[in-house]
T-cell receptor, first 114, second 112 residues
Framework: AQSVSQHNHHVILSEAASLELGCNYSYGGTVNLFWYVQYPGQHLQLLLKYFSGDPLVKGIKGFEAEFIKSKFSFNLRKPSVQWSDTAEYFCAVNPVYNTDKLIFGTGTRLQVFP | NAGVMQNPRHLVRRRGQEARLRCSPMKGHSHVYWYRQLPEEGLKFMVYLQKENIIDESGMPKERFSAEFPKEGPSILRIQQVVRGDSAAYFC??????????FGEGSRLTVL
């Protein structure tokens, strides 16, 4: 069965620190990849997505993610976090053959302290 | 263009009662998805619907849960005879055909 693993459940950083959140998926075929963010009390918002092309994807708010096919990974990065980045981050995958079902990881809670 | 609207935002039910959660998709979106988020877990796919049709309900519990998306009106997720384990946040998302999913703010169900 397809699954998505986010190994960091809770990350605590100071402002200006660099961020990398891990995401690995298990599926042998072609996939679309997503990172969503959920700020406290708000709905999920799309940060960035990868469908094809350049494996380094730029998203909103200075986030980027790199798709490494050989490692089945799609890690999220930001060089310098801000207090306003405090949120929960979800990695998600859907197989290209079945784009209707988005499979989510368990999420990573990021806390940024000023 | 209003986003995906879910109501109620918070719902409290006693064991054995029924819960109805509503989702109005974004204008122009014909696809609706329901996800459940249990405490300390990620979002789990429940069901995918298009107008008047259930396309994929592989994530729905076999009993007590049902979903519909009628020709007119919002999509409804219905949970009969709720139990404490049904307490969760239920998220609805909508999309145009083959497009990006847009999520609502969720409905938090608490079963006493």
């Amino acid at each position: 069965a397809q699954s998505v693993s986010q190994h960091n459940h809770h990350v605590i950083l100071s402002e200006a620190a660099s961020l990398e959140l891990g995401c690995n998926y298990s599926y042998g075929g072609t996939v679309n990849l997503f990172w969503y963010v959920q700020y406290p009390g708000q709905h999920l918002q799309l940060l960035l997505k990868y469908f094809s092309g350049d494996p380094l994807v730029k998203g909103i708010k200075g986030f980027e993610a790199e798709f490494i096919k050989s490692k089945f990974s799609f890690n999220l990065r930001k060089p310098s976090v801000q207090w306003s980045d405090t949120a929960e981050y979800f990695c998600a995958v859907n197989p290209v053959y079945n784009t209707d079902k988005l499979i989510f990881g368990t999420g990573t809670r990021l806390q940024v302290f000023p | 263009n209003a986003g995906v609207m879910q109501n109620p935002r918070h719902l409290v039910r006693r064991r054995g009662q029924e819960a109805r959660l509503r989702c109005s998709p974004m204008k122009g979106h014909s696809h609706v998805y329901w996800y459940r988020q249990l405490p300390e877990e990620g979002l789990k796919f429940m069901v995918y619907l298009q107008k008047e049709n259930i396309i994929d309900e592989s994530g729905m519990p076999k009993e007590r849960f049902s979903a519909e998306f009628p020709k007119e009106g919002p999509s409804i997720l219905r949970i009969q005879q709720v139990v404490r384990g049904d307490s969760a946040a239920y998220f609805c998302a909508s999309s145009p055909e083959g497009g990006e999913l847009f999520f609502g703010e969720g409905s938090r169900l608490t079963v006493l």
